[in-house]
């Protein structure tokens, strides 16, 4: 599990960057961001900074050979998130990348700066639908525009296949890129349709709902105590006349990116720090040549298993947020290490874990009886892929598996130099001043606002995910599509429950009883009001980090209405939120707890479906329009990613790396090109 940044600002936003996107090249930085560093990029409703790799120097040779291997793993798989979520995006990517580099005509159109913007949501996205919001965005040229563009090109260019022509690629792209109703969604998780049929990810293929969940369902054994994770690596088909699965491994579905993912973790594997990083990295790769879930659990137990590694990483198909019905693991990677200074505060955390767990507000029968294995760490990103690039979680609880979970426990970190880089970055937004109720609350953030979010953070991976058990025979998938809404939502109510408890003064981690409540301040703004920044008008909320927020948040103001503890107040014709009284909030968070807690041991999918129908998804329109305006105001984007940097062996006469160097200089449209000409293999 992974958590997202969920703030659209809370005291981590982003300035105002502009960005010309017109007149024959385009530049990757414009005035603005050669004055800061960090920030790269600005186009339609994203940002991209760049992150400080600090202490990478201080590596040793073999750890800094290790990272450079590792990143370069963590490259290769780019394009099979492409094809994960959706099976025309390759298609896309290269021809607009095609018309980028070599059309010849006019570049000082509008048709062809919305072409330029419309590639670098591509990029950003990994393909045509919206990285957060699911749905298809549409390109603001003109379609006579694009076709004149394709068949200007010289046919060796564009992404051809079996004889195709130009024209008959621009009638198959065509509607995928300009209808807004084809392919409207990659994750369709509305109740009452067929959630595989009109879902444009590329997991399932000529298969429906029901055809799919029976196809899983016939797998499972009840009395397995040791399940693997079914269909997490494969695509399943219909062909033939039989459902079969295209596994993702060499020699299967993805091979040729797989087999150079696989060269780089031998490589890596080669100099490992120990033993058991070596038997981590061989066993990962033994998984990748075989597609055995088996095995893919061995590695996940090594994995939780390597504590003494400085560097570290996630190389896989692991979170299955991209699967309505949540079995399909999307590809990603992150190379990182340990920020050992920083990491005294998740030690302290996990060293106290059965201390959280015994005295969590959840049914004695939800509780371990022992925790074991609950690890904690804050990280330093050195290199991000995949499903975690552009856009890349601020914390990561893994594995994903239960059972692995319960009897050797989970790996939780914190990426602070991510959290760092937004926080840097946030400086002078003016969001602060346009949406926090008072003086109060907004020096309230400004002391305590990064603090807390890193320790909301922590709580959330290390304990959140890590706390409660399933009860026998539950099976991990009970709740179908509203199961990662209701994880994410136990996950930040664990935290937003504890950050409050004098437990935290006590063990030094926040200076004051004061200090969560610039935690909650925030929180409950975000999920009430400005996270419907990330939204369209008329459109719903879908992504299930922020369908957690407006649960949770919404629910708490509603069960807290008779006293109210928390308010909507008018102001000069806006709204505010106004807490009134933290304590009786914080019995509200854990009072909700409690009961998604119940929802998970139990596998009660009609008390997870209500919830989440009735708290989570709907959006009230006069308050949507009234926060889409404050917010336009202050010429701010709602959503952020990165860049990478670059990592270069230096190598000696006879070509031993003797050391390795980093350079974050390279800009956005530059990375992303160079990543589809040196690491597109599919």
Known sequence: MKTLKYSVITGLAVAALLCSC???????????????????????????????????????????????????????????????NCRYNLAIRRTLEAIFEHYTGDRSTADWSELVVYLKRVWFSNG???????????????????????????????????????????????????????MAKKVNQAHGQDLILTSANNYYLGVTQAEAEAFYDQMKDPADERPVSHGLNSRLVWGNGAFFEQVWKIGGMYSPAIEKIVFWLEKAA????????????????????????????????????????????????????????????????MVNF??????????????????????????????????????????????????????????????NSNWIRKEYGSKSVTVENITAAYNKASQGSGFDGEFY??????????????????????????????????????ADDALKAYGATNEETRADLFGLYYIADPKMVELALLPNDDAYKAEYYKYMCNGLMTQLTRIEPGKLIEESHMRNRALIARWVYEKGQPDKVVELRQRDGKT?????????LRRLFGQLLAEIQRIKSEGDYNAARELVETYAIQVDPKLHEEILERYKKLNISPYKGFVNPVYRPVTDAQGNIVDVTLDDTEGYAEQMMRYSREHSWL
Not at 350 to 374: L, T
Request: hydrophobic share 35%; net charge negative; with cysteine.
């Open 22 to 84: 017109g007149g024959g090249t385009l530049p990757d930085k414009t005035a603005e961001t050669q004055k800061n560093d960090y920030m790269v990029d600005k186009f339609a409703d994203l940002q991209v900074l760049r992150y400080e790799v600090t202490g990478f120097e201080d590596l040793n040779l073999q750890q800094k050979k290790l990272v450079y291997y590792l990143s370069q793993a963590a490259i290769e798989g780019r394009d099979i998130l492409f094809d994960q």
């Open 338 to 399: 340990k920020n050992v200074e920083a990491s005294h505060r998740t030690e302290i955390i996990s060293s106290n874990a059965q201390w959280f767990e015994d005295h969590s507000p959840v049914d004695r029968r939800f509780k371990k009886e022992q925790v074991k294995g609950v690890t904690a760490k804050v990280i330093t990103a050195a290199m991000l892929g995949g499903d975690c690039y552009p856009a890349t979680p601020i914390g990561i609880n893994l594995p």
């Open 576 to 584: 505010f939120v106004a807490i009134n009284d933290y304590a009786k």
């Open 128 to 182: 045509i639908h919206h990285h957060y919001g699911e749905e298809k965005f549409l390109p603001g040229f003109s379609q006579a525009f694009f076709a004149e563009a394709v068949k200007s090109l010289n046919a060796a260019k564009l992404p051809l296949r079996n004889g195709q022509t130009a024209g008959q690629l621009l009638d198959e792209l065509t509607p995928v890129m300009f209808d807004p109703a084809v």
């Open 437 to 474: 109720w008072s003086d109060a609350e907004r020096e309230l953030i400004r002391k305590y606002g990064f603090l807390t979010d890193n320790l909301h953070t922590d709580l959330h991976e290390c304990l959140g995910h890590g706390s409660g058990k399933m009860l026998p025979g539950v």
């Open 270 to 333: 080669a100099v490992a720090e120990n033993g058991q990083q070596k038997a981590v990295i061989d066993m990962l790769a033994n998984y990748y040549r075989t597609g055995s879930l088996k095995e893919y659990d061995e590695y996940s137990i090594l994995w939780v298993k390597d504590l003494d590694s400085r560097v570290d990483f996630v190389n896989g198909f692991t979170e299955t947020y991209g699967d309505p019905l949540g079995l399909k693991a999307s590809w990603e990677s």
